[in-house]
C-alpha cells in the first residue's frame, strides 16, 4: 500500500455534507456550553487529499471554572488508528470548537490528536455557529512538530469545498 505523505499535501477538497455533519455535532456540544471534537479522515494521493467522513470519537466534555474542553482517552484512540490501519483511510484533520475566539491553545498543542506532518487542525469559533466554510476558521498546520497558522489566502489555497480533486 502506497502511503503518500500528508506534508506533501497542497490542496484538501472536503466534502460539504462532512462539513455540515462536523457543524451540527459542534453545535451540539456548544449548546450545553462544550467544546466538541471531529476528526476529519479520507484518502491521501501524492500532493492531494479528500475528506470523505466526519468521525465523532468518544469524548468525554470538560467544563468548569478554568474553561471547557475535552478529553479523549487512550483507548479510544487505539481503536481509531486500527480502523484506519484496516480501511486505508487517513487521519486529515482534527476539528474542534471553542466558546468564542477560534485559536490554538497551548492545550491544543499539547494534545493533539494528530501528530503527522501536514496534519490539519481547525478550531470553529462560537461551539460550532460559523460559516460552512472551513477557510474561515481558524486553520493550523503541523510543519516540523510545530503548529502554524495559515493565514487567509493560504487557507483558501489548500482547502476546497465540494470539488474532488
Same mark, same amino acid.
Given at each position: ?32 456550553d462544550c467544546e466538541g471534537l471531529v476528526l476529519w ?6 500532493? /492531494? #487529499?479528500?475528506?470523505?467522513? +466526519?468521525?465523532?470519537?468518544?469524548? =468525554?466534555? &470538560? ?65 460550532? /455557529? #460559523?460559516?460552512?466554510?472551513? +477557510?474561515?476558521?481558524?486553520?493550523? =498546520?503541523? &510543519? ?22
Amino acid at each position: 500500500m502506497d502511503w503518500a505523505r500528508l506534508d506533501n499535501v497542497n490542496n484538501i477538497s472536503i466534502d460539504a455534507a462532512v462539513i455540515e455533519a462536523t457543524l451540527k455535532v459542534l453545535q451540539h456540544f456548544g449548546a450545553h456550553d462544550c467544546e466538541g471534537l471531529v476528526l476529519w479522515i479520507g484518502e491521501i494521493t501524492q500532493d /492531494r #487529499a479528500r475528506v470523505t467522513q +466526519a468521525i465523532v470519537p468518544d469524548q =468525554r466534555p &470538560i467544563k468548569d471554572e478554568k474553561g471547557v474542553g475535552y478529553f479523549v482517552d487512550g483507548e479510544t484512540l487505539f481503536e481509531l488508528n486500527r480502523k484506519l490501519a484496516a480501511s486505508g483511510l487517513r487521519l486529515i484533520a482534527q476539528v474542534h470548537s471553542h466558546p468564542s475566539e477560534a485559536y490554538h491553545s497551548k492545550a491544543d498543542d499539547r494534545y493533539a490528536i494528530i501528530t503527522a506532518d501536514g496534519g490539519l487542525s481547525l478550531v470553529v469559533p462560537n461551539f460550532g /455557529r #460559523a460559516p460552512a466554510n472551513p +477557510a474561515t476558521w481558524a486553520v493550523y =498546520r503541523l &510543519i516540523n512538530g510545530l503548529w502554524h497558522e495559515l493565514g487567509a489566502e493560504e487557507a483558501t489555497s489548500l482547502l476546497t469545498v465540494g470539488k474532488h480533486p
